[in-house]
């Protein structure tokens, strides 16, 4: 079951700037971080950002986080055509004490 | 370089157990925990459950619990996903993936991935 809730689907042209949000509870993203994967078609997610730790290698600068309260965002800036992809939030729950994820949202370059 | 392998494609019967595995290499197994997440065919992700072969702590989402079991094999380096009798409702991709140690778990993500295992069920 998600428990957090994205957009299902954001788009941008080439050089835009995207934000997709994620909205959950006091019990995961109200407590604890939030975590960003990216998931290309056919593939297994991969970690893109989070904040507890250094960016992983290899992911640019342009991908950014946010956190306020209950809600967080992952911002795309000059969006290129090889960030079409799904995209997934997560974060520990405290009253699950287990994982969450959002519903998930498709980013599409137009 | 930290890798996770998982086992190959299945295709079960209804009602058929089944195992499938997540072998760990380039990194110390037991200071890493192992999640499991399901993707069911055009959907989104769901966290299964986890299990840290360091102390052999198991956590389940109430979505699974009793419906699949996790077990680790720290001396072989390898996590296991286990169906006593498969529904066709299990059909799905499955990955496994690790995060580092911490308790409770959460604080640094999940970050490599399995390849994923495809599991079939149909009769």
Not at chain 1, 88 to 110: N, R
Not at chain 2, 84 to 106: F, H, I, Q, V, W
Request: glycine fraction near 10%; hydrophobic fraction near 30%; include cysteine.
């Amino acid at each position: 079951q998600s428990v957090l809730t994205q957009p299902p689907s954001t788009s941008g042209t080439p050089g835009q700037r995207v934000t997709i949000s994620c909205s959950g509870s006091s019990s995961n993203i109200g407590s604890n971080f939030v975590f960003w994967f990216h998931q290309l078609p056919g593939t297994a997610p991969k970690l893109l950002i989070y904040r507890a730790t250094p960016r992983p290698s290899g992911v640019p600068d342009r991908f950014s986080d946010s956190k306020s309260g209950t809600s967080a965002s992952l911002a795309i800036s000059g969006l290129r055509s090889e960030d079409e992809a799904d995209y997934y939030c997560a974060a520990w729950d405290d009253s699950l004490s287990g994982y969450v994820f959002g519903t998930g949202t498709k980013v599409t370059v137009l | 370089e930290a890798q996770l392998v998982q086992s190959g494609a299945e295709v079960k019967k209804p009602g058929e157990s089944l195992e499938i595995s997540c072998k760990g290499s380039g990194y110390r197994f037991s200071s890493y925990c192992i999640a499991w997440v399901r993707q069911m065919p055009g959907k989104g992700l769901e966290w299964m459950g986890i299990i840290c072969p360091g102390d052999s702590e198991t956590r389940y989402s109430p979505s699974f619990q009793g419906q699949v079991t996790i077990s680790a094999d720290k001396s072989i380096s390898t996590a296991y996903l286990r169906w006593t009798s498969l529904k066709a409702s299990d059909t799905a991709m499955y990955y496994c993936a690790r995060e580092e140690y911490n308790d409770p778990p959460g604080l640094f993500g999940m970050d490599v991935w399995g390849q994923g295992t495809t599991v079939t069920v149909s009769s």
